[in-house]
């Protein structure tokens, strides 16, 4: 097995996560949706993605922070937003870190090239991206949604992201964020809290 730490040096700053026994992603597909997998396998870089089991009850990244004690510029929230122009309708992912929240909009907005933007109901995003409600991330999205990765996400040492599933998170170095297919790095893509 992998060293995790030759993986995400980072992870030696965040010992709550190396209690959860990380591994590298492909060495436990229980523990990624399949669309989640499928991804890795046709990524040059899936050999730094490593994976944890996590209480499903923490699936919510402020949970989960504040359980382990980590940072919230550690963890990133993908959110599917939706708009329309012209009677066709557009969707995107949204990757930000969990201290902000996407500028639905505004910067979202303009890059979608809609009137109006919202986020795709519930149902709909667990759906069409094959993946549970508080797991959804960039990693197998449909190929045809953009993923638009907040700068601040892609400069981050660790990123911890949702798996498809509620208990598990992936861990990625967050320039490897910015390489995900379909990925498009933002400057400004979200707002700080509050």
């Known amino acids: ?7 995400l040096p980072a992870l030696a700053d965040h010992p709550a996560l190396l209690a959860l026994d990380p591994v590298p992603a492909l060495e436990r597909p229980d523990l990624l949706a399949d669309p989640v997998t499928a991804a890795l396998r046709g990524w040059a870089d899936a050999g730094r993605a490593l994976v944890v089991g ?22 990133a929230n993908c959110v599917v937003v939706a708009g ?3 009677g066709e309708e557009r969707v995107a992912a949204c990757v930000v870190r969990a201290d902000t929240r996407a500028d639905v ?15 795709l109901a519930h149902e709909r995003a ?14 197998g999205l449909p190929s045809g949604w953009p993923v638009l990765v907040d700068a601040a996400v892609a400069q981050a040492p660790l990123v911890v992201l949702g798996s498809g599933l509620r208990r598990s998170k992936v861990l990625l170095p ?4 910015r390489t995900l297919p379909g990925a498009q790095e933002v400057e400004a893509l979200a707002r700080p809290v509050g």
């Open 54 to 75: 996590i209480d499903p009850d923490l699936a919510d990244t402020a949970a989960l922070n504040a359980a382990l004690g980590l940072p919230d510029a550690a963890g």
């Open 174 to 177: 967050g320039d490897l964020v």
């Open 84 to 86: 329309r122009r012209a």
């Open 126 to 139: 667990v759906a069409e991206s094959g993946m549970e409600h508080g797991g959804i991330t960039p990693l």
């Open 105 to 119: 909009n505004g910067a979202v907005k303009r890059l979608l090239d809609v009137r109006k933007c919202s986020f």
């Open 1 to 7: 097995m992998t060293d995790p730490l030759d993986a």
